[in-house]
C-alpha cells in the first residue's frame, strides 16, 4: 500500500515541477436557500508570456459516463488582475471562459453557480446542507491541471466539511492536482460522523438525514466488508476512506472517488436493521468495491479523464458489471446475504436476461462504448435494442468466472484475474483495454478464449446458464409448468391511469397499434382503473382479448389473441450426486 500510494503521489507531482506557479478555490455560501456557491479561483506566478487563460469547467463527472451541462448553472463570471482591475474574458464555447492576462503577475476569477441537482451526485445547496463533486463546481486551467491547489472553504453558519482532501487547517484544505480535488467531494452542513479504524487506517462514515441504525452496528458491518474487500485486492489503495450517505426522499445511488463515496438511499432503508442489511449494504459493498476496481485499476479511454468530451471505452461492463457481479457476492461471503437467497436472485437475474430482447441485439462490449450517447438516455425501444453493461455485465463475469474455473480445475479464479490485474495495471499506468484484459485470463487459465469473447463479449450469444451452472453443480429448472401469456407491457400507474411506457418487442402488443404513452381504459370490457397488474393476472395463452385505450384524442380498441407464452420463470437446485470439483468450486465462489 504504502509503495503504491507513494508512486502515486509521484506520479502526480512530476507531471509539472513548477514551484512558481500557485493555485487557491475559495468556496462560500453566503445565502443556502437560493441554492447558489460563490467561487474564487486564484492564479498567480505564471509566466508574463501568457498573453491569455482559459478557464474550463467540465461537462462531465467521474462515475457517470454521460454529458452533463454544468457551464449553464454558472450565473455570473468576472476576472481581475491583482490590483483589483477588471481583465477582459470572453466565452470560446458554453464551457470555456478565455481571459486576457493585460501582463498581471495574478489573475481571480470569480463566478456563482446554482446547485440545487443533490439526485445528480453533482452539486446542491439549500437551507439544509450543501454537496459538492468537484467537476461540477470548480474551473481549471489545463496546462496547470497537474499543479498542487489549496482550497478554502467557507460553511454557512456553524457547518462543518467533510471530505476526502488532505486537512491542512480548519476548513482549508489541498489536493495534489486538479483531478485529485474533483475525485474528492465535500459535503458541507451539520452532518454526523462516525469515525473508526480498520487496520489502523481511519474511516468515517458520514450521514445526512435520517438513521435509525445503531452506531456500533454500522461499525461493525462496514468493517466487515472493508476488510473482505481488501483480503480480496489485497492491499489498501488509500490512507484514509470516508462514506458519505445521503438518507433523503430522492432516492438510491451512488458514485466512487478516489477515497470516498457518495451514496444516497431513502431513509426507509436505514429504519431497522433488517431494511439496512437487506436494501443498503449492497450498496455499499458495490462503491467500495469501485476503490480498487475503475478508481485504482483503469481502462485506458479513462487515462486520464478528458473532462471536456466525450471518454469512449468497451470496458464499462467489467469497471461495472463485474462490480455489480462481486459487490453481491462478497456479502454472501461474508454472511450478510444467505446462500438460499443468492441463488433466488440469480434465478431472477436469468429470467430478465432471456426476457430482454436488446441482450441478443447489443453486445456487453458496445453497450459500454455507447454509455454515453445511449445508456443514460433511456427511451421506450432501449430494453428492445440495447443491453446494460452493468445487469449483463454481471452476467457475462459469472459465466467468465465458470469458465476459468472449469477449464482449471477451480484453480483459477475471476478473483485471481483482478488481483493480477490490479498488479499489472496499477494507478499511474497507461490503463488497460479489453485486449489486456483477455490476455491476462488466458494467461492464468492456460486457455485460449477467443471463442468466449467472440460469443459473450463481443457479440451477443446468448448465454448457456445451464451449462456454467453445472460447473458449482446446479441445475436451472423452470420454477412451474403452467404456461402464462406473455404480455410484455410496462406501465406508469397514477389517479386510476395505466399509461404505456414500454412495450417489448417479443410481445403480441408490439404491432398491434398500442404504443407508448397511451392509455389503457379497459381488457375485455373490464376497466383496469390503474390496476393493471390485478387485470391482467387471469388472462390465459391463446386467449382472444380485446382492449380499449386512447391514443391522444382518439379512443381505439384492438383485438388479438395471446399466442406467446410467458418467459419461464426458474429455481437452482443441486444435482443429486455431485462431483468432487463440483462440490470444491461451489464452495470457492461462495467461500
Known sequence: MQKLFFSLLLFWTTMNSSNQIKIQYILSMPKP????????????????????????LPVWRSGRYMIFDF????LEFIAIDDAGKKLNFKKTSKSIWRVETNNSKEISIKYKIYANEFKFRTRGLNSEHGFVDGSSVFMFVEKFRNLPIELKALPFDDWKVTTGLQYESKNIFSAPNYDYLVDCPLEIGNQTEIDFDVDGIPHTI?????????RDTMISDFTKIIKSQKKFWGMYPYKKYIFMIHSTSLGGGGTEHINSTIMGTTPQNLNSIE????????LVSHEFFHTWNVKYLRPKGIVPYNFMEENYLEELWIAEGTTSYFDDLILVREKFKSTE????????RVQNDRARPGNLVQSVSESSFDSWVKFWRNTPQSFNFESDYYEKGANVSFILDMELRASTNNKISLDDVFREMLKRFPFASAGYDLTDFKKVCEELSNKNLNEFFNKYVYGVAPIPWEKYFNVVGFELM???SIQQPLIGISVQESNEKTIVTNISS?????????????????????????????STSQLKINEKISILFS???DVKIISLNLNIAKQDAYILKQISNPSAIQKQTYLSWLN
Not at 275 to 280: I, S, V
Not at 341 to 348: G, H, I, T
Open 71 to 74: 457551464a449553464s448553472g454558472v
Open 33 to 56: 436557500q437560493t441554492h447558489i456557491f460563490e467561487v474564487e479561483m486564484k492564479i498567480s506566478g505564471y509566466s508574463h508570456k501568457e498573453k491569455f487563460i482559459d478557464f474550463q
Open 341 to 348: 437467497n443468492y441463488l433466488k436472485e440469480f434465478a431472477q
Open 551 to 553: 391514443h391522444g384524442d
Open 275 to 282: 431494511e439496512y442489511r437487506t436494501k443498503f449494504l449492497g
Open 206 to 214: 458520514m450521514i445526512f438525514g435520517n438513521n435509525k441504525v445503531p
Open 478 to 480: 423452470k420454477k412451474d
Open 506 to 534: 417479443g410481445s403480441p402488443f408490439f404491432n398491434s397499434g398500442l404504443d407508448v404513452g397511451d392509455e389503457i381504459i379497459s381488457i375485455n370490457d373490464k376497466r383496469v382503473k390503474g390496476n393493471f397488474a390485478n
